[in-house]
């Protein structure tokens, strides 16, 4: 059987040790030749001796290279001497491995720090993009992986500059994913603490910051009697196993090789289970001027885990004091399927109607369309969804009039007032159209009021209409969703 990556040139910076050198490693094996990058005449000796062993060991040609890819020349003469070596040029894996850790809170980071660590982490990947864009394939066949981190994500003290260089990698990596669509696939790795010399040169007092992160990983968990005796015993003070070097490489491969031709522009999670990717978030919105004679009766039912609001929402309100403007948190869970907040919420909110109707929630509830106080803005809505800029997804969640009958049994769902507002969240911003702001006799400037307020919302609006059934039609229940 072939080798995955036979013929292929892989450039790997950072290549002399570390993730770096299991990745050269990994490759190598798999049947790529190499470029091995890396910055410090101190590597020299040690890139050489790796780059005999495995031309020899697996019949390839691995080349070092030193290059400073701090500088603005380095990547440039990285790929020059590169073209050297291998004539014609073409690189076919692009592994952006190379990075700095410089770790200071706050009061003690200093300029330079953030312009090594800037220049190493993002502006040297940023540059040797750019100088191998000529010499990337043509037929989509390309890979450029970059090496992230889960401080990107997860906030650890004291790594204010070295998480930033990683989000900052991060959101390039999906940026690159469009630009060079046609050339290569482009997705990154976040791994958490690896076996490694930068792992290793973390102070004592770090590790203790994050001992919780690794304690909640599942994968972390030390096992008496299968794993090393060593890490068993580092677990009782570090809260459980880092990865190792090869456990990185493996995922760097099979995102290198054929079979990964489908993904780009995602950060893959391989850090034992420190973060989850594509599973539930907490997104949440402060509701004001919310006026009740008796705030807490506005909890549906008087049970927060009522039937489908368990899924979908609870209340906590700030204030029971009667006869007082309390503000209300509403915790949403939204599935983050999607790269689109906006989409995320439609997708939720077409799962509760739809078990909201099950469930007979239907008065004031309103499936398929925004319905207002008039005929014009619903035929305004209608020609908003044929343009298709909603997606054909309409119906939002806001308030609604109380039961016709007057019982308060079926009042699932609380009102909010005249002039509710919801304000902008840290991730989506989202927007509340009241009827009356809309044309009630033109259609058109219906639909050109509700253009106008996404395009201020950055297109990742949510419209909350106050539904009030005012069209006298009946709307039946969408169909379960699968």
């Not at 994500?153 to 390039?172: D, H, I, P, R, W």
């Not at 791994?191 to 910051?209: A, C, H, I, T, W």
């Not at 009697?225 to 990185?248: Q, Y």
């Not at 499936?367 to 106080?373: L, S």
């Amino acid at each position: 059987m072939a080798l995955p990556l036979v013929g292929k040139l892989a450039v790997v910076t950072g290549a002399s040790r570390g993730i770096g050198l299991a990745i050269s490693k990994a490759l190598a094996a798999r049947g790529a030749n190499l470029v091995l990058a890396y910055t410090s005449a101190n590597s020299a000796a040690s890139t050489a001796s790796l780059a005999a062993e495995l031309s020899s060991k697996h019949s390839i040609k691995a080349v070092p290279i030193q290059a400073d890819l701090g500088t603005t020349t380095g990547p440039a003469s990285l790929v020059s001497q590169a073209a050297e070596a291998f004539s014609p040029l073409r690189i076919d894996i692009l592994v952006n491995n190379a990075g700095v850790a410089l770790n200071d809170k706050i009061p003690d980071i200093k300029p330079q720090d953030f312009t090594t660590s800037f220049n190493v982490n993002v502006l040297g990947p940023l540059l040797l993009v750019q100088a191998a864009q000529p010499y990337l394939p043509n037929d989509r066949s390309g890979r450029i992986i970059n090496l992230s981190s889960v401080s990107s994500s997860l906030g650890f003290v004291g790594q204010s500059v070295y998480g930033g260089t990683k989000a900052a990698l991060e959101a390039m990596t999906k940026t690159w994913a469009r630009e060079l669509s046609e050339n290569c696939t482009v997705n990154a790795i976040n791994p958490g603490p690896v076996r490694s010399e930068m792992y290793s040169r973390n102070s004592d007092e770090f590790k203790q910051l994050i001992k919780p992160f690794i304690q909640n990983a599942p994968l972390m968990a030390v096992r008496p009697g299968v794993d090393d005796p060593a890490i068993v015993e580092e677990a009782k003070t570090t809260g459980g196993r880092a990865g190792e070097a090869e456990e990185i490489a493996g995922v760097v491969a099979m995102l290198a090789g054929p079979e990964s031709s489908w993904i780009t522009g995602q950060v893959i999670c391989a850090n034992g289970g420190m973060i989850f990717e594509g599973s539930f978030c907490i997104k949440t919105f402060k509701l004001t001027n919310i006026e009740h004679d008796k705030p807490n009766s506005l909890k549906p039912g008087g049970d927060a885990n009522s039937a489908i609001l368990t899924q979908l929402t609870h209340f906590t309100y700030k204030s029971a004091t009667p006869r007082v403007s309390s503000s209300a948190l509403i915790t949403m869970e939204t599935r983050n399927d999607t790269s689109d907040p906006f989409e995320d919420v439609l997708n939720l909110e077409e799962r509760f109607y739809s078990e909201g109707y099950q469930l007979g929630l239907k008065d004031g509830i309103k499936a398929g369309r925004i319905e207002g106080r008039s005929f014009g803005m619903e035929k305004g809505f209608e020609k908003f969804l044929e343009s298709g800029r909603l997606a054909g997804k309409a119906v939002v969640w806001a308030n609604r009039m109380p039961p016709k009958d007057g019982s308060s049994s079926a009042c699932t769902l609380p009102p909010l007032p005249r002039n509710a507002r919801l304000e902008k969240n840290v991730n989506t911003l989202y927007a509340l159209v009241e009827p009356d702001t809309l044309s009630t006799e033109n259609s058109d400037d219906a639909v050109q009021d509700f253009d106008d307020r996404i395009k201020r919302a950055q297109g990742k609006a949510k419209i909350v209409e106050r539904m009030v059934g005012g069209s006298g039609k009946e709307s039946s229940g969408p169909s379960s969703t699968p």
